[in-house]
């Protein structure tokens, strides 16, 4: 590797033992070349870069170790070149922030029943924000609330109020929507369909009337996108397994299991954590069964629409509770049957279009 | 100076003894990536072999020159009198340690 002065210069310049740096850097410069050759200029540059960083604290120390008192002087005046000049520097060289010049604030939504700070930015005239302004706030109109002069506020009831902000003789009006949320409510679990479109990820704010609440500002998240994605409120599946969604509003949270099924043909060869989805198209009286090995199974069966026959599922060799209203839980110790089975009205002759759903749930 | 063995420097101290001939840095680096599973920097390898040369269970003789280490030598070490004593009672030490622990280590029922 052709040397390189301006790093061996740096390293030397901290003082370390001749010795140690010659070691270091010959070990960097003999890697560099083997990883030149490996994994191409770039990279080898990227690694001798990183390196060299990572090997400075190490170098600096075996100076601090090994230097008279005139050389830790030396090497304190270079430390401090570079924490103290090298900042200063820096600030003298970028322009100073002006004097206030506007306040700026949209209207603020609020979900929190806990305070929460207006957010109001003071710029100068450049359109520079400035920190720690000294802002006064006073409710002024609407429905009532309780700000602070500081600019919290605690929002009781719904409605929407006026918040007049100052600053010196600059003032703002803040529109203020209270709509306060008491709680959300979201199903427990989540399931999808492999190759299904993406949803609206299911929930519902209530406020603290106890009635629905629709201006909303909140986060969702997803505990493992490489199961599902989030796209804005829709969530699409991504591969069969499990996550979750983390639907926050104000300083209510709540959590849903995310559940994709694979389709299949067949329950054959289940595995264990394995989601299955089973299309199914039963005419008047028919039934389909599958034999599975023991182990431990939710099972649903979802209609693929709601006005049609209804579908009974049977589980043999299994102890099994209701899960959710919609799920059966089922613990098998043997092998276990399960039999979907069209319940049809005497007459009709509709098929059943469903999908059974399968979570093998050991592991 | 301690003679008591640090995790590194017991580790870099078995590298050296495994390398023979061939125990420079960057093949100590490499055999300590290999079996601990974590990358070293440069600098924290040689400050543990340097530490452990100063505690006299390292001597250390350098090469020729080296075109591919641009023109540096390349510093070999080896285990020293006492730093063979050394990884003895550590092997001692462990297997002292382990005497009496059934394998493979199961948690107790509860």
């Known amino acids: ?265 067949s329950l054959e060869g289940v595995r264990p954590d394995q989601h299955l989805a089973v299309p199914l198209l039963l005419d008047r009286g028919e039934s389909r069964e599958w034999r599975l090995p023991a182990g431990r199974y939710l099972l649903r069966v979802v209609l693929d629409q709601d006005r049609q026959p209804a579908a009974r599922l049977l589980v043999a060799g299994a102890t099994c509770t209701l899960f959710e209203r919609t799920h059966l839980d089922c613990l098998a110790r043997g092998d276990m049957a399960i039999t979907v089975r069209q319940s049809h009205p005497v007459g009709s002759a509709t098929p059943l279009g469903a999908t059974l759903l399968v979570w093998r749930k050991d592991h | 100076m301690s003679s008591r063995l640090g995790t590194l420097e017991l580790a870099t101290l078995l590298a050296v003894a495994r390398l023979g001939g061939d125990a420079y840095g960057l093949a100590v680096r490499r055999d300590l990536a290999l079996r601990t599973g974590h990358d070293y920097s440069v600098g924290a390898v040689y400050t543990t072999l340097q530490r452990l040369e100063d505690k006299g269970f390292l001597k250390s003789r350098t090469s020729d020159p080296l075109p591919i280490r641009g023109g540096r030598s390349r510093r070999h070490f080896a285990l020293t009198g006492a730093g063979a004593r050394a990884l003895r009672e550590a092997e001692r030490r462990a297997a002292s340690l382990w005497m009496g622990v059934r394998t493979p280590i199961r948690p107790e029922p509860a």
């Open chain 1, 1 to 265: 590797m052709r040397t390189r002065p301006r790093a061996d210069s740096l390293l030397r310049s901290l003082g370390a033992d001749r010795g140690f740096v010659d070691d270091v850097l010959g070990d960097l410069a003999e890697e560099y070349a083997l990883r030149t050759e490996r994994d191409g200029v770039l990279a080898a540059r990227c690694w001798y870069a990183r390196e060299a960083l990572r090997s400075a604290p190490y170098l600096l120390r075996n100076a601090v170790r090994r230097l008279g008192p005139r050389g830790r002087v030396r090497l304190a005046a270079l430390v401090a070149l570079v924490t103290l000049v090298i900042p200063l520097a820096l600030r003298a060289l970028l322009p100073g922030m002006g004097p206030p010049d506007r306040l700026v604030a949209a209207p603020f939504v609020v979900n929190n029943l806990d305070p929460v700070r207006l957010p109001l930015r003071v710029l100068d005239a450049a359109g520079r924000t400035l920190a720690d302004t000294g802002v006064r706030f006073l409710w002024t109109s609407g429905t009532p609330v309780s700000v602070s002069a500081e600019g919290l506020v605690t929002c009781a009831r719904i409605g929407d109020a006026v918040v007049r902000a100052s600053l010196g003789s600059l003032v703002t009006q803040v529109p203020v929507r209270c709509r306060p949320v008491a709680d959300i409510r979201a199903p427990g679990m989540l399931e999808l369909i492999l190759g299904a479109p993406a949803r609206e990820v299911p929930f519902e704010a209530v406020g603290v009337d106890g009635r629905p609440v629709t201006l909303l500002v909140g986060r969702i998240r997803i505990g493992d996108s490489s199961v599902a994605v989030l796209e804005g409120q829709r969530i699409r599946p991504i591969a069969a397994g499990h996550t979750w969604v983390e639907t926050q509003i104000g300083n209510r949270i709540t959590f849903s299991s995310v559940h994709v099924y694979g389709l299949a043909q």
